[in-house]
């Protein structure tokens, strides 16, 4: 199977297909679209971090994996983590749920 990678750097662009995703993602709370969205504009955008939105497609253009970073700059170092900064505890990607059944196969 070959992959398709976006990489988005604003939630704005990124919310449609995130949307899209979340009726067919495994994924927790902390996860969904209005719960992020609401984090940063009340937290992430007054600490200066940047969303980095990884999102990977199947060749046919299926969402499969969704990686909610964001990109903190200190002083002396760039630091790529999961969006939440500490008030989430899911640290994982928004899973395509036949994705994650292709992957439980025994081969």
Known sequence: MDYNIMIYTSLNEVETDWRRFERNGKMHPFQCFDWVSTWYKTIGKKEHIN????????DTGDPLLLFPFE??????????????????DYNAPIIS???LRSLDRDS
């Open 51 to 58: 969303p980095y939105i990884v999102m990977i497609f199947s």
């Open 97 to 99: 749920k036949r994705f």
């Open 71 to 88: 990109i903190l700059k200190t002083k002396y170092l760039t630091i790529l983590t999961f969006l939440g900064k500490g008030l989430t």
